[in-house]
Antibody, heavy 121, light 108 residues
Framework: QVQLVESGGGVVQPGRSLRLSCAAS????????MHWVRQAPGKGLEWVAV????????YYADSVRGRFTISRDTSKNTLYLQMNSLRAEDTAVYFC??????????????WGQGTQVTVSS | DIQMTQSPSSLSASVGDRVTITCRAS??????LNWYQQKPGKAPKLLIY???NLQSGVPSRFSGSGSGTDFTLTVNSLQPEDFATYYC??????????FGPGTTVDIK
């Protein structure tokens, strides 16, 4: 079945780096744009970044641009989020999601289970 | 940037009630509007796409309507498992997506 599994979360000090991974299975990974979405404790969903199906286009939320880098490895069916210069406000559960759609409409389905990132000294 | 708002931010309802949640966009987004359900500690789940299309496997008591700037999610005959937070999402500005702030439905 279609599945996304995140990993790589943990506790990290402010200013340090962390790389998240999202392993995809059950579908042709190279055919879909992929997204990262985060959710701070007790807060709503915040879109973070997107990478096109072929990796040629990447877009970021203003809050992470210049610090985070999204990438993908088609040979490993894996999506990544490299997070540098981490701040306390980056503390959140990070979800990866597949962008699906038809007739010009797009949505996120499925989502991974999420991985917790805590930035604290 | 397109901003999304939702009302109410929370509500309490009884099993069997009809519940309506509203989502408003800061500009017209045609029918580029999705709805998700999120239960505590879980990932969001797609309910409705393109404003009114029910995702496969989602109970028919869920429905969506609207276009332009105003949208609604309706849950007919609320069930105990519908306790959750509901988010709208605009996909008009693809690849940049925006979520609404969420509406928490509490079961009385």
């Amino acid at each position: 079945q279609v599945q996304l599994v995140e990993s790589g979360g943990g506790v990290v000090q402010p200013g340090r780096s962390l790389r998240l991974s999202c392993a995809a299975s059950g579908f042709t990974f190279s055919s879909y744009a992929m997204h990262w979405v985060r959710q701070a404790p007790g807060k709503g969903l915040e879109w973070v970044a997107v990478i096109s199906y072929d990796g040629s286009n990447k877009y970021y939320a203003d809050s992470v641009r210049g610090r985070f880098t999204i990438s993908r490895d088609t040979s490993k069916n894996t999506l990544y989020l490299q997070m540098n210069s981490l701040r306390a406000e980056d503390t959140a559960v990070y979800f990866c999601a597949r962008e699906d759609g038809e007739y010009g409409y797009n949505w996120f389905d499925p989502w991974g289970q999420g991985t917790q990132v805590t930035v604290s000294s | 940037d397109i901003q999304m708002t939702q009302s109410p931010s929370s509500l309490s309802a009884s099993v069997g009630d009809r519940v309506t949640i509203t989502c408003r966009a800061s500009q017209s987004i045609s029918s580029y509007l999705n709805w998700y359900q999120q239960k505590p500690g879980k990932a969001p789940k797609l309910l409705i796409y393109a404003a009114s299309n029910l995702q496969s496997g989602v109970p028919s008591r869920f429905s969506g309507s609207g276009s332009g700037t105003d949208f609604t999610l309706t849950v007919n005959s609320l069930q105990p498992e519908d306790f959750a937070t509901y988010y709208c999402q605009q996909s008009y500005s693809t690849p940049l997506f925006t979520f609404g702030p969420g509406t928490t439905v509490d079961i009385k």
